[in-house]
């Protein structure tokens, strides 16, 4: 009796190890779905056509995009991915990378040397953190100085901020309607760039000091009070200064410059104005260009995906440069990798990216953009320079 249940045991056990061995096999030869997250307006229609490309190669694997905006994947992935309703990859930007690895949520990357060999210095050093690299970057992005030639001569846009608010002043005097200068006042995206002369930078130089943001030190309190002083040429309190609002005024004819980022090319064009692409004025006492926020556009493989190996694969295709050309040409960013495009103004972003910075990816940076709008907003406005950034800095520290 118990060799014949022993017998039944062992026959069950080899039944049910032949069963899970075709189920592995089934597995690993069958259909793989990959859901990746990327936004619209572009994004979308690169990760559907590059799915296609990559199927055609790959025809066990099948891309299906999902629209998650860029600014809302960092939240929902702590949602949907522990609840096994997530994608195997999505789009986020580098500086929520702290969160995202803190949070458990992201794979490093799975071939990190062949990566850092293959795109641009600065979009592999704005995904590794603590000395580990996570993601792929499929884009690098900052902004520029737009002028628009019909109201600017290229010889005329100015290479200093206080040069570049005398001639504001003198246009605006001269042409009721129109601007000679705006941008997003409240946005500390933008307004970081008046604190960074004397090489003072967020968190540091490396952008990890969580003791110290930097924002309250005398180069940013000295270089915002600056930034205060404009508004004796551009009188427009700053709830009427947002990016769309300056962006309209450019695109509509109304602004002879403008700071924004390759994001807007095609829109300009589209409205038929003649502009041009430059760096950024140096601020008063600086003789190069200003620095700015570098940001880094990355494909994240999550923690919660079944299917890693090809969720990393499909990546690493996506930095080819075929793909990059094509990235290029549906969205207008800068490729992540030195490939040969065709554009009038991305000389001009390339310019200023010698002289940007990578936005910091620690966790302390999710407690940035709050606080400095808040702070800009409220300079611009006219408020203590000092007393807001010193606010600022406490946010930012949960002091």
């Known amino acids: 009796m118990n060799k014949k249940i022993m017998a039944a045991v062992l026959a069950g056990a080899v039944m049910l190890s032949f069963s899970c061995s075709k189920k592995s096999a089934a597995g690993k030869s069958g259909k793989v779905v990959l859901t990746v997250w990327e936004s619209t307006n572009g994004p979308d229609e690169f990760i559907k056509q590059a799915g296609e490309a990559y199927t055609k190669t790959h025809p066990n694997v099948e891309i299906k995009y999902v629209n998650v905006e860029l600014g809302d994947a960092v939240t929902q992935i702590a949602l949907d991915g522990p609840a096994g309703v997530g994608p195997d990859l999505f789009a986020a930007p580098h500086d929520r990378l702290g969160s995202l690895v803190s949070g458990g949520h992201v794979l490093p990357t799975a071939n990190p040397d062949k990566v850092k060999s293959e795109v641009l210095a600065a979009c592999s050093s704005a995904l590794t953190y603590d000395g580990t690299m996570y993601g792929y970057p499929v884009s690098a992005e900052t902004y520029a100085l737009f002028y628009n030639k019909d109201l600017i001569a290229e010889e005329d846009v100015p290479t200093t901020w206080e040069g570049l608010a005398q001639w504001s002043k003198d246009f605006n005097a001269k042409n009721p309607g129109k601007y000679g200068f705006v941008m997003d006042v409240g946005s500390g995206y933008y307004t970081i760039v008046f604190t960074t002369s004397e090489g003072n930078r967020l968190f540091g130089p490396d952008g990890t000091d969580t003791n110290n943001t930097n924002i309250n030190s005398d180069a940013s309190i000295k270089g915002m009070k600056f930034f205060q002083s404009m508004r004796k040429g551009l009188d427009v309190p700053a709830a009427d200064l947002d990016t769309s609002t300056s962006d309209a005024a450019f695109q509509a004819g109304t602004a002879a410059m403008h700071i924004t980022g390759l994001w807007n090319v095609v829109p300009f064009e589209n409205a038929g104005i003649d502009f041009g692409v430059t760096t950024l004025p140096a ?47 549906l969205t207008g960013t800068v490729p992540s990798v030195s490939v040969e495009v065709s554009s009038p103004y991305l000389g001009g972003f390339m310019a200023q990216l010698d002289y940007a910075f990578p936005m910091p990816s620690i966790p302390e940076m999710g407690m940035y953009w709050e606080a400095m709008n808040n702070a800009s907003k409220n300079i611009w406005d006219g408020a203590d320079v000092k007393a807001e950034l010193d606010a600022c800095n406490a946010a930012i520290l949960g002091k």
């Open 283 to 329: 601020l008063p006492g600086e003789s190069t260009p200003c620095a700015s926020f570098s940001g880094t556009r990355a494909m994240f493989v999550s923690a919660y995906t079944d299917h890693p190996d090809e969720a990393n694969d499909f990546a690493l295709f996506l930095l080819t440069p075929e793909m990059q050309k094509l990235r290029f040409d």
